[in-house]
Every structure is written in C-alpha cells, then in structure tokens.
C-alpha cells in the first residue's frame, strides 16, 4: 500500500489548482473520473464563465486561456429577473465564457508530472483510521489502496450553489496552513465548495 502526503479527489478548477501548488513541495495523488483529454467519459454537465477575480488569478500565475477553451458568445452583460419586485436589469458584467469540459481538462494538463494523476478512476472508499486516510479507488481495470495524511475534495454534489464553478476557481488559492497540536488544516478557499484537508 502506498501512502502519499495529500490524496485530491476530484480535479475540477480547485482540485487541478491545488494539485499544481503543491506539486513539488508533497508527495500527492490526484484521482479524477474524466478522461486525459477528448470527449469519452465524464463530462462537467454545465456551461462556464470565467469571473474577473478568477481572471486576475491567471494573470498573476502567468497564465493565459488557450483559444479552444474558450467559447462563443462572449457576453459584456448579464440580465436579472426580480421576479418578486416585478424588475428586469441589465448589468455589466467581465465575464469571459468558456467551455468547461476544455477548461478543467487545460486545468489538468497544468498539474506537474511530479503528482501521480489517475484519469477516468472512480473512489470507492473513503476512511480515517490510525491517523491516515485510506482511500479505495479504481483504475487502470484493477483496485487499488492508499493513504494520504492529508485529503482533499472538491463535493460539487454537496453544495447548495448549482452554478458553474468557474465563476469562482481560483479566487485565490492562498493555502494557510495552521498548526493546532498534531492537526494541521490546509485550506483553499477558491470555490463554494471550500477545499479542506485535514
């Protein structure tokens, strides 16, 4: 059984950030169900727009979108229904839109080859015992076990937002890491779904 400083379940924006940030620094695996690049498999069933913050997040990393990930049309302003006051606005908005299945596949392709990525896998079991987590996953056509000190998930399911993450990625992905006794916390607040391992 092999045991990795920080296991990440779920590589969408956050999960592919934080991967690429503690590339290098911890011995990480990563497990994702889509695939490495192409259409097959999982597939983010939503659209996505890119916010300003997220944008300035890019910028700072010194990244820049590729063309096929981003998608038309491009909107300058989004429209808002009150439907209890009876309104409609219009309001300026920098969004830039994008297509999320291009976009978290251009996330993944960022992740160092120093983190162990498994692509088109599926968890299975998640438990804390003796002071690890011991995570049972499949791929590659076998199962296989692990443990991490630390564990990261990015719960979609779990959050009560059902908008596109993008719009948040990345806020930024400062990680504190805080020492209380033997517990450390590593948390990434770039999403609704705040990343928190412990």
Same mark, same amino acid.
């Given at each position: 059984?092999?045991?990795? %400083?920080?296991? +990440? +379940? $779920? ?10 940030? @503690?590339a290098g620094k911890m011995q990480v695996i990563a497990l994702d169900k889509k695939?490495?690049? =192409?259409?097959? $498999? ?5 659209? =996505?727009?890119? #916010? ?8 700072? %990393? =010194?990244? /820049? ?9 491009? !909107? ?8 209890? #006051?009876? @309104? /409609? ?6 969004? !830039?839109?994008?297509?999320? &299945? #291009? ?8 992740i160092p080859t120093s983190v162990e990525v498994y692509h088109d896998s599926l968890c ?5 015992? %003796?002071?690890? *987590? &011991? ?9 296989? &076990?692990?443990? #991490?000190?630390? @564990? =990261? ?7 009560? *937002?059902? $908008? %596109?993450?993008?719009?948040? +990625? !990345? ?5 504190? @890491? ?7 916390? +590593? ?12």
């Amino acid at each position: 059984m092999e045991h990795f %400083d920080v296991a +990440i +379940i $779920g590589l969408g924006p956050a999960g592919s950030a934080l991967a690429r940030k @503690l590339a290098g620094k911890m011995q990480v695996i990563a497990l994702d169900k889509k695939h490495q690049c =192409g259409t097959e $498999g999982f597939s983010k069933p939503c659209g =996505g727009l890119l #916010a300003p913050d997220a944008q300035r997040s890019f910028i700072r %990393d =010194g990244l /820049t979108l590729p063309v096929d990930v981003i998608a038309n049309p491009q !909107i300058f302003s989004v429209k808002t229904v009150d439907v209890a #006051a009876s @309104l /409609t606005r219009n309001y300026q908005r920098s969004y !830039i839109n994008i297509n999320r &299945h #291009a976009f978290d596949l251009w996330m993944k392709s960022l992740i160092p080859t120093s983190v162990e990525v498994y692509h088109d896998s599926l968890c299975r079991k998640i438990w804390r015992e %003796d002071d690890k *987590w &011991h995570v049972i996953f499949r791929a590659d056509g076998w199962e296989q &076990h692990i443990t #991490a000190r630390y @564990l =990261g998930r990015c719960p979609m399911a779990q959050t009560r *937002w059902c $908008g %596109d993450i993008s719009t948040r +990625i !990345i806020k930024s992905v400062n990680m504190s @890491l805080s020492s209380s006794g033997s517990r450390r916390n +590593i948390r990434c607040r770039s999403t609704p779904a705040s990343l928190i391992i412990r």
